[in-house]
């Protein structure tokens, strides 16, 4: 399989507790972003990495929020004491930089906070 | 305002219809425009892009886009039970970032 891949798929957590996430972009892509999608909604946008790079966060990426792409290959999301208000599908993307800037979207890791 | 408008649907179409799917956006700036389709509890999978005026057809889908008016739209043709999903709206600035609207779910009845 050569598109994006996100582990886990699922998962359940009780509040306050730490989840981390990870995303395997397709091969050659240099850029990598994260989304968040709750129900009813399109994908916010939350980071994005040009290689290993992070070029922008936005404000809905608290301070308990953080992002790495150590060697500009996979990526991990780090949500620090969960709230109930985390609780929503996180979508990783990624593309190749050129062209219509197209960006292929991995299953996405649905979290729950109890 | 926001940036990205779709209606939220449902929109219902019986089988074999063409089912046209609309969105305006507010950044006169924007130069790509993308439809994704969301089945529940899957993440976004692109259907086709779009970036000047015009129509743009692949398959059954057909992408017009009207940068005057600001506005993209999808229009699929014979339509099928499988094409019920949510259909997502994304445009881009010409930087990397995509805003997408809130989707618009689409019904097919057979």
């Known amino acids: 399989d050569t598109g994006v891949s996100q582990d886990p798929r699922h998962k359940i957590t009780k509040r306050g507790q730490n989840v981390t996430f990870r995303c395997d972009p397709i091969?050659?892509?240099?850029?990598l972003y994260w989304y968040r999608q709750t129900l009813g909604q399109g994908p916010e946008f939350l980071t994005y990495?040009?290689?290993?790079?992070?070029?922008?966060k936005s404000r809905l990426l608290s301070d308990r929020f953080s992002a790495e792409r150590p060697k500009g290959s996979f990526s991990t999301l780090e949500i620090q004491r969960t709230e109930q208000g985390d609780s929503a599908m996180y979508l990783c993307?990624?593309?190749?930089?050129?062209?219509?800037?197209?960006?292929?979207f991995g299953p996405g890791t649905r979290l729950l906070v109890l | 305002q926001k940036e990205v408008e779709q209606n939220s649907g449902p929109l219902s179409v019986p089988e074999g219809a063409i089912a046209s799917l609309n969105c305006t956006y507010s950044?006169?700036?924007?130069?790509?425009f993308f439809w994704y389709r969301q089945y529940s509890g899957k993440s976004p999978e692109l259907i086709m892009f779009?970036?000047?005026?015009g129509d743009k057809e692949d398959g059954r889908f057909t992408a017009q886009l009207n940068k005057a008016s600001q506005y993209v739209s999808l229009l699929i043709r014979d339509s099928q039970p499988s094409d019920s999903a949510t259909y997502l709206c994304?445009?881009?600035?010409?930087?990397?970032?995509?805003?997408f609207g809130t989707g618009t779910r689409l019904k097919v009845l057979a």
């Open positions: 994304a445009v881009n600035g010409g930087t990397y970032k995509y805003i």
């Open positions: 779009i970036y000047s005026n």
């Open positions: 950044d006169r700036g924007s130069q790509s």
């Open positions: 993307a990624s593309s190749s930089g050129t062209g219509a800037e197209t960006q292929y």
């Open positions: 990495f040009q290689n290993e790079a992070q070029l922008e």
């Open positions: 091969s050659e892509h240099n850029r």
